[in-house]
């Protein structure tokens, strides 16, 4: 049987102006909300490289630049764009509904 995924709303859509990013903490995550040109992605917040924070990175694009030692992400694969990051970044499946951003979590 296929088991229903539920959503966890994390922001208003509004709350995040386009090609910017911020930070929402929700069930125990700390996740950062990304606004491209219209649409939302949600990934972990915390660079896979330090303690940088990616909502508070330079977003050029689909392209978040960590602030802490400068390796970059894309957004929307989290794969690694520049070094010294090497670890891939989680992203989230995401929706927006009702003007509310929401992701994926596993359905209990």
Known sequence: ???????????????????????????????????????????????????????EGYIEGDVVECDFHNGSFNIKTGEVVAPPCMIPLKTYKTRVEDGEVSIEIDGE
Not at 35 to 47: A, K, M, P, R
Request: net charge negative; glycine share 10%.
């Open 1 to 55: 049987m296929h088991q229903a995924c539920a959503f966890a709303r994390l922001c208003k859509a509004g709350d995040v102006a386009d090609g910017q990013a911020i930070k929402v903490e929700k069930n125990g995550l700390t996740l950062a909300v990304f606004n491209i040109q219209g649409e939302y992605f949600v990934t972990n917040d915390t660079c896979t490289h330090g303690p940088g924070s990616l909502s």
